[in-house]
């Protein structure tokens, strides 16, 4: 499911994301408690305002059949997502 994270108070979008939405695809699996079932939004201690959800890839690639071929391009696109860029500088 694609999301997007705004500023409230600018209302400038700080970045967009897909994260895996289980009832989406199998409504019997919500009742199982995960911390990935839904976009999970908490305030730290300190006041940072910290996501929890299950990120989602897409491809082109066919990875049931070319699995290992498939996982650099992958690696490629977590890099250079402007979440994992400013999460974690390289």
Known sequence: ?????YDSKTQRKI??????????W????RRRPSPFNDIR???TQ??????TYLR???TE??????GAECWPPLAQKI??????????PL
Do not use: H, Q, W
């Open 46 to 51: 300190d006041g940072n305002v910290v996501l």
């Open 61 to 66: 690639c066919d990875i049931p059949n070319k």
């Open 79 to 88: 890099v250079e997502s402007p979440v994992a860029v400013e999460k974690f």
């Open 41 to 43: 939004v908490r305030t």
């Open 15 to 24: 970045f967009d994301d897909i994260a895996y939405y289980v009832p989406m």
């Open 26 to 29: 199998n409504p019997e699996r």
């Open 56 to 58: 989602v890839l897409g």
């Open 1 to 5: 499911m694609p999301f997007a994270v």
